[in-house]
């Protein structure tokens, strides 16, 4: 915006210094062209009246000739520099209801991702309320049965259709104890060393991962209907209060899980973690 500005202020004062020079040369035209019918009889030494007269209509002339196009050269100076002012004042026009278009725009555009951002955070609080209070009324067992209810409620709540919980043992080594929907292959295993696979390695590493294109035949559904594959799963650590590492989570859906499947698993966690807790000799004991 200032170099927009600089240049027109560039632009006014040579359109101002060549409208002197203009104006000054036309004054010295027309000058010329009064004395030109006494400077011509000087030049020629015309003393008589007769002579001079002589003269006058061609200086006439003459001054003439050059007075109409100069008075045309004029006008069309004039003109042009107050249709370029008048155009650059438009353009000024233009430029600020522009910007001020824009930082509407751009103001508009703000609050609705506020709005839009405010609307999401509360559809998530909201979906955290509904999966806490179903966690809460599971059915009550105890040991291997109770983890079964909460993974049905976890994996129902968003819409995986499958799912399995792996417990850490003493010996650092990873077993299912619960599932959902599962469907075993011998390919398949139920058990895993720390740092081994894509389990063992989300324990090791204590890091949720989300895979958004799972293989083909990786992960099998299978229903009435027949078989099918997944497309995406979460792999999630469940911790203790001292932040350890006590099992791992895996769910997997038709869709694609985002960042609200992710932060519901998080949310579910503490309660994952505080059933194992409570009863984990129960749970290592019907390994």
């Not at 008075?71 to 430029?95: D, G, H, M, P, W």
């Not at 405010?118 to 059915?139: D, F, G, V, W, Y």
């Not at 291997?144 to 976890?154: F, K, Q």
Request: aromatic share 6%.
């Amino acid at each position: 915006m200032k170099v927009q500005s600089a240049s027109r202020n560039l632009y006014k004062w040579l359109g101002v210094i060549s409208m002197t020079v203009f104006v000054v040369g036309v004054g010295l035209v027309v000058n010329y062209m009064i004395s030109f019918q006494m400077d011509v009889a000087n030049r020629l030494s015309l003393s008589s009246a007769a002579h001079i007269n002589a003269v006058k209509p061609i200086a006439t002339q003459i001054s003439l000739i050059l007075s109409v196009p100069l008075l045309a050269a004029l006008c069309t100076l004039l003109f042009t520099v107050l249709y370029f002012n008048e155009v650059s004042k438009q353009r000024e026009i233009i430029y600020v209801e522009t910007i001020k278009e824009e930082d509407t725009d751009s103001s508009k555009k703000e609050a609705e991702e506020q709005k839009e951002e405010q609307s999401l955070a509360e559809i998530l609080q909201e979906r955290k309320n509904n999966l806490m209070q179903h966690l809460a009324n599971a059915p009550q067992k105890t040991g291997l049965g109770e983890l079964e209810a909460l993974m049905m409620v976890l994996c129902e709540e968003i819409q995986a259709v499958q799912g399995a919980l792996f417990v850490v043992r003493a010996d650092q080594t990873l077993h299912m104890v619960s599932s959902y929907a599962y469907f075993s292959t011998e390919k398949r295993k139920v058990s895993y060393g720390w740092g081994e696979g894509l389990t063992g390695q989300v324990a090791k590493d204590a890091q949720l991962i989300n895979i958004k294109a799972i293989p083909e035949g990786y992960v099998t559904v299978l229903s009435g209907l027949g078989k099918s594959s997944p497309k995406s799963m979460i792999i999630a650590p469940i911790k203790d209060e001292n932040g350890h590492v006590i099992a791992v989570v895996e769910v997997a859906s038709f869709a694609i899980f985002d960042a609200t499947e992710e932060q519901l698993i998080e949310a579910a966690a503490p309660m994952l973690a505080s059933t194992i807790g409570n009863n984990y000799e129960k749970i290592v004991e019907e390994l």
